[in-house]
């Protein structure tokens, strides 16, 4: 498997891994005026249009025959980086049978990871038995045993007292049958790999004696059944972050709330106190320590089944130059959006594939990826990310300090970001340290479900001058700095305007609940939005890497 994404990097990424390192600092856009993300829900029709040159950038591309045609199209350049993504069958860990850890590892024995990924991804990506992506210097190096052992997991059951019905299903140890258990998938028509997955996972599961079925649905209303707990099974990649603090998001009984992360509902107290001491490590080897142990207790538990986690691959026309690669990051990022520039003649609008409806604009309660594909070019936070290294680098803040305050129960992190002079608005007003205090507290106060585990443990704000943000947390934290560094500025005029969060609509002709629009600070401004067709953005004139901004 590693033989073939070794072989895959040197036939896709020749120019990626030529290409001279940028001085990341020095990038001055975007270039762009325009950008236009087309929404086209069909993988086929996606192809298609990437051939005929309808579509510039077209990101995620999945199936291995695709993968394989686009790359024998002159006309395009394939793009490949292996990342953060991992794939999981989630299990609703209140609901019976899963409310059984036993249960659970019989059915992560059960999945055929190695055949099911060989069979739909031809050796793309591989497959996982860890809680975090194998790239990530984090995991754990058991993350890639081979664990299918279906005849181990039935003589577990047996042992437990579990028997099977005269159809071959699984009956607990007081008699109770195991009921049948749908898998909830999206649509195969928007996402036919997923669909296909689900049915594999299905029939193995089915051959281990588990009663399990798809049951397709758009995936909004699939993301709201996760949050409501009203599922068995589900399954659902993630796109995970560069620190393993995500683990507590995801697994914490803290963050087991509707809209919260801990969509399979798991409570245990050795992994709850395993997480505390990882986000609030006071070091590395701390943060290690804790790391290691919640994933080895996550192994144990197996709230959710690891499935596989798959190299990124895009396709960008050759019509484009300027474009930005790394090793760790595909064509279809916000860098190449700053510095693309048509390959010959004027410049016109870009045109990047949006394959799902954002359907909601509302920053505070907007979930998927689609909605923040398109909320992530409006919005920015004070800490970036260095492309190269995925180390901090300066975006809002030119700088930031961490310091350890008090003693003994008292000991706590103190942060202090100081904001670049100049920022603003892309309506040409003054973004000040006064945004992002009111964007913090404004989180913390309403607990914004995507935001709140980052803000939690915020204890105080304070703005000594314009440009000045100090904020006091709660105990000490090695992530406390990612944690708030990472959070979008919202502008404070808005949000003092923001009656009600949950139904404010930014395109709302009335402004019933909020002011009409989205004030950012992004590279891009949202021009207009025409369901089921288009999502248009423009350049914001206010930029701050924008050369001569006003």
Partial sequence: MLAALA?????????ARAAERIDVNSIRGPKLEELSMLIITNPDAQILAAEAGELDVLSDVARPSDIDRLGSNPKLNMSLARGMHAFFLLLNNKQFPWDDAAVRRAAAMSVDRGSIVRMIFSGYCEPINSWLPPVSPWALASGARD?????????????RGYTRDGSGFLRAPDGRPFPKMAILTPLARLAPTTAELAELIADSLTAAGFPAETEPMDFSTMIARLDRKEYSMAVLAWSLGRNPD??????????????GYNM??????????ALERLRFAPDEASARAASDEAQRLLAELVPSVPIYSRISVSAISSGWKNIFTTDKMTADNMWTLLTAEPAGGKMRPLRMLLPEEPRNLNPFTASSAYSWQVLGMIYETMIGTDPYTLEDMPALAESWSVRTEGEGAERHTELVFRLKDGLKWSDGSPLTALDMKASIDFIKDNKLPRFFDS????????TPDRLTLRVEMDGVSYWHLDNIGGLPCFPKKALDMISDWQ???PLGAEAKFGPRGLLGCGPFMLESYK????????RNPHYRLLEGAK
């Fill in 455 to 462: 803000v939690k443990n915020v204890r105080k704000t304070e």
């Fill in 147 to 159: 664990i299918y052992d279906p005849e181990g997991a039935a003589r577990m059951l047996e042992e």
């Fill in 7 to 15: 072989a895959l990097l040197l036939l896709l990424a020749p120019e």
């Fill in 503 to 505: 139904n404010w609509d």
């Fill in 531 to 538: 369901p089921g067709e288009y999502v248009m953005m423009r």
């Fill in 264 to 273: 399979t509902g798991v409570h245990d107290a050795r992994l709850d106190a």
């Fill in 246 to 259: 995500s683990l507590y998001s995801f697994y914490h009984s803290s963050m087991d709330f509707p809209g």
